[in-house]
């Protein structure tokens, strides 16, 4: 009876021991070393903290801008335009913008059609305020926001 009592307990515990085993044995990546943020990665990042607070759901109903970098349904048509005239197939829907990556997506087409070699403050204004956003006194405080917090990360 005893043996019996034993062997079913053992039993019992072999799934367990089988999985914890090959939880605990499983080797662990090796952590990679994390590349320095380029200009545009800290640009990106203090512009998702002002528009957002980093977050994904995000929604202005007042603008309908949407998600981390708070896009709008015009700047979606924008890059729509630009990937077309580039001659590029893929085309953005209104519904990416709830996406991370394809807002991040949304912001590199955009910065890289118009503003390949403009300065943060030119780009975080426009970013803003429209094609003309860097003249405008209404973005005036945006940048200074933006400016903020690149600089509190120590990247500007």
Not at 3 to 24: D, E
Not at 50 to 66: I, L, N, T
Not at 94 to 108: P, Y
């Amino acid at each position: 009876m005893r043996k019996s009592i034993f062997l079913a307990g053992v039993i019992l515990w072999i799934p367990f021991l089988t999985a914890h085993m090959i939880h605990t044995t499983k080797k662990e990546p090796t952590p990679q070393p994390i590349a320095p943020l380029t200009q545009t990665d800290s640009l990106i990042s203090a512009l998702i903290y002002v528009e957002s607070r980093g977050k994904d759901s995000a929604y202005c109903k007042k603008e309908e801008a949407v998600g981390c970098l708070q896009i709008r349904p015009i700047m979606v048509r924008e890059v729509n335009r630009i990937l077309k005239i580039q001659g590029k197939e893929n085309r953005f829907k209104l519904k990416d913008r709830w996406s991370r990556e394809k807002s991040l997506e949304i912001f590199h087409v955009w910065k890289n059609f118009h503003h390949s070699n403009s300065t943060n403050e030119q780009i975080a204004r426009n970013w803003n305020g429209g094609p003309k956003g860097y003249q405008k006194r209404s973005t005036i405080k945006y940048w200074a926001k933006v400016e903020q917090q690149l600089n509190s990360n120590g990247k500007n």
